[in-house]
């Protein structure tokens, strides 16, 4: 239906365009390019040529924490875009809807809303991910400093892959493709919900 395939092409396009219920691939805009996330361009770069300080472009990354994640679960969904139980169980057909596991996630849940742990604190959205290059523990120990007092398991440390237990959870998607479960959580809990909690 209609409904259905703009809900689908509403996150795999920059512009989406209808002419009454039918795709009009004339004028869509297939891929992410920059006016996905940060809106029309063409002030921006009349602002750029006129060298003024006013760049008129939105810059997603000003955003409080919360207000960051709910900005980028437009696509990459947040809880109430999904049915909790089929996050819990980490449903392959919702595993790569990163917003949703990170709300469920203790760090975002008890964090004040402005400083709550957000996308761009592990992710740079101009580029693809670099295992090698990425530092995530950085996002981690910014609140969890020493992480070896909290630790059962001997060699933790500040320099440990915080990622490797605490998102460990992966699943093959789509086409062959593999996402990591973005709620974060012990190793060591059950996945449950309780009176709303998820740990």
């Not at 770069?45 to 300080?53: M, P, Q, R, S």
């Not at 960051?68 to 969904?77: E, I, K, L, P, Y």
């Amino acid at each position: 239906s209609h409904e259905t395939s703009a809900h689908c092409l509403g996150c795999h396009t920059t512009a989406l365009e209808w002419t009454e219920d039918r795709l009009d691939p004339d004028r869509t805009v297939f891929g992410i390019q920059c006016e996905r996330c940060h809106g029309p361009g063409s002030a921006h770069v009349d602002a750029i040529l006129a060298g003024t300080k006013a760049l008129k472009i939105y810059n997603p990354g000003g955003l409080r924490g919360d207000e960051q994640v709910r900005f980028c679960g437009q696509c990459h969904r947040v809880p109430a875009d999904l049915e909790p139980h089929n996050v819990l169980k980490v449903d392959p057909s919702v595993a790569r809807h990163a917003g949703a596991g990170l709300m469920l996630s203790a760090c975002f849940r008890r964090s004040p809303p402005a400083s709550t742990i957000a996308c761009l604190d592990c992710h740079d959205p101009h580029r693809n991910i670099d295992r090698a290059r990425d530092d995530f523990n950085r996002s981690c120990l910014r609140c969890h400093s020493k992480p070896e007092g909290s630790h059962k398991t001997a060699g933790i440390s500040t320099s440990s892959d915080c990622v490797v237990c605490h998102m460990k959870v992966e699943t093959e998607g789509f086409f062959g493709l593999h996402f990591t479960s973005h709620w974060i959580r012990r190793p060591d809990r059950t996945q449950r919900l309780e009176g709303g909690r998820h740990d």
